[in-house]
C-alpha cells in the first residue's frame, strides 16, 4: 500500500513538473511575441527563442535551460 501511494506521488509531482514547464515555454512564445522584430534569438532568464520572420509573422522556437522545447507559429495582427 504505501508504495502504491509513493508511486502515485510519483507521478503527480510529474504531471506538476510538466505543467510548469509548458506555463513557462507559453511565457517564452508570449514574451517573444513583443520582442521579435527579425530573425533573431532572444534570451531570458528561463530560457531562449528562436524567431524565423514569415510573410504572416514569425515561426518560433523556444527552449528552456533544462532542454524542454515547443515550435509555435505566430501571425503578425
Do not use: H
Request: proline share 1%.
Amino acid at each position: 500500500m504505501m508504495l502504491l501511494g509513493c508511486m502515485r506521488m510519483d507521478e503527480t509531482i510529474k504531471q506538476y513538473k510538466l505543467e510548469q514547464e509548458a506555463l513557462q515555454l507559453e511565457s517564452l512564445v508570449r514574451a517573444a511575441s513583443n520582442d521579435c522584430r527579425q530573425d533573431e534569438t532572444i534570451r531570458y532568464p528561463i530560457g531562449r527563442v528562436t524567431c524565423i520572420r514569415t510573410d504572416k509573422g514569425f515561426k518560433m522556437e523556444a527552449i528552456l535551460e533544462n532542454g524542454q522545447r515547443i515550435e509555435a507559429v505566430v501571425s503578425d495582427g
